[in-house]
Structures are given as structure tokens and as C-alpha cells.
T-cell receptor, first 115, second 111 residues
Framework: KAGVTQTPRYLIKTRGQQVTLSCSPISGHRSVSWYQQTPGQGLQFLFEYFSETQRNKGNFPGRFSGRQFSNSRSEMNVSTLELGDSALYLC??????????????FGPGTRLTVL | DAKTTQPPSMDCAEGRAANLPCNHSTISGNEYVYWYRQIHSQGPQYIIHGLKNNETNEMASLIITEDRKSSTLILPHATLRDTAVYYCIASTSGNTGKLIFGQGTTLQVKP
């Protein structure tokens, strides 16, 4: 079974632009979570989607948003990019997102550089 | 989710067992202990998880103390490819889709 895929793998943008990142979960998985990883803050939870609905959100500004489609694929968008948004963006999928032991499996990440 | 505490770094000789400790003294009864590792900015890789019984899979063993306040991840025969940052997480992530990562332990396997 194919793992979690993320596109693009690398991205360079300039301040003020916006960016959209894509995540395809493992087949059959319905929950997708997004994380940001930076050297200073480590891995931080952005938000989680299940059945096209955002169920949980981390402590990030409204410039960070996401959505999930009926096939469980998810996108996240960052508007008005800032230098501090340079990071590795990771998505993880899990089967149903409602059981206590629902293991998350991560994709390879998208490396975003903001100039 | 309960806070976990891990040593920042550890060394292990290639071929020997690597024992990575984790303290989670405030863990609640419905929180599982998960272990992930991350190799050089790749996506975190799931290793193993458990509630209160010891667990073993093809990658590692997880030993959880009887009071559940601490656990140890054991890599039985460490190789150079096991060099990575190892994260211990106490979570009921299935209910929220959220894992809280600490700083983890950087394991360096040396020849």
C-alpha cells in the first residue's frame, strides 16, 4: 500500500506570496493532520481534518488554513508569507481519527523556503 | 496530553542494544505511549505504541513500567541507519488527530 505523499517536495516563495501544499493520505485513511517543523520550535500541530471537516486546530494565525476533499486528500494554504514561515511542512494520515490507538503515518514533507 | 521527558542525546555502539528512556509521570489512564523517529528531516516514522503491556514488533520493543510513569524503547541490534531523533509521545491522538512532539532524543549509533 502506498504511503502518504506530499507535493511539492520543495518550494521557494517570496514574502507576501501565498502557497498551497497538497497531501494524499494512505488509501482508506480519512483523517489528515498537518504539522510545521522549524529548528527553533520543533514539530508543531497545525490542524486536523476528518470527513472534510476541521476537527482540531493548533495555535497558528489565520494565515494558515486547510481543507479536505471527499477523497480525503488535503491541502493547506499559507497566505501573505513571512520569513518565519520557512519550515518543513508535514502531513500525517490515520485510519478513522476516532479511536484511541489510531496511529498517524507521516509523509516526507514539503520544504518551504520564504525569501 | 501528558508531558514527556527524554534525554537530549545518547550514543550506542553498532550491534549493541539501544535503550531509550522516557518519563511520563502525569500520563492518564487512557493515554497511549507512542514512539516515532525522524531521520535527518524526513517525515517521522512510526515505531511502536502501547498502553500498559510490553509490546514488540519487527522494529523494536517497548517496555512500560507497571505504574506507567516511564517507558523504554529498545532497539535490539542498533545499526548506523538507526541514527535519528527519537520521540516519545503520550497521547490519545485518535480523538483529536494531534500529537505533541517534544525535543526527543538524538541517538547516535557509532561503528
Amino acid at each position: 500500500k502506498a504511503g502518504v505523499t506530499q507535493t511539492p517536495r520543495y518550494l521557494i516563495k517570496t514574502r507576501g506570496q501565498q502557497v498551497t501544499l497538497s497531501c494524499s493520505p494512505i488509501s482508506g485513511h480519512r483523517s489528515v493532520s498537518w504539522y510545521q517543523q522549524t529548528p527553533g520550535q520543533g514539530l508543531q500541530f497545525l490542524f486536523e481534518y476528518f470527513s472534510e471537516t476541521q476537527r482540531n486546530k493548533g495555535n497558528f494565525p489565520g494565515r494558515f488554513s486547510g481543507r479536505q476533499f471527499s477523497n480525503s486528500r488535503s491541502e493547506m494554504n499559507v497566505s501573505t508569507l513571512e520569513l518565519g514561515d520557512s519550515a518543513l511542512y508535514l502531513c500525517a494520515s490515520s485510519l478513522v481519527g476516532g479511536a484511541r490507538t489510531d496511529t498517524q503515518y507521516f509523509g516526507p514533507g514539503t520544504r518551504l523556503t520564504v525569501l | 496530553d501528558a508531558k514527556t521527558t527524554q534525554p537530549p542525546s545518547m550514543d550506542c555502539a553498532e550491534g549493541r542494544a539501544a535503550n531509550l528512556p522516557c518519563n511520563h509521570s502525569t500520563i492518564s489512564g487512557n493515554e497511549y505511549v507512542y514512539w516515532y523517529r525522524q531521520i535527518h528531516s524526513q517525515g517521522p516514522q512510526y515505531i511502536i505504541h502501547g498502553l500498559k503491556n510490553n509490546e514488540t514488533n519487527e522494529m523494536a520493543s517497548l517496555i512500560i513500567t507497571e505504574d506507567r510513569k516511564s517507558s523504554t524503547l529498545i532497539l535490539p541490534h542498533a545499526t548506523l541507519r538507526d541514527t535519528a531523533v527519537y520521540y516519545c509521545i503520550a497521547s490519545t491522538s485518535g480523538n483529536t488527530g494531534k500529537l505533541i512532539f517534544g525535543q526527543g532524543t538524538t541517538l547516535q549509533v557509532k561503528p
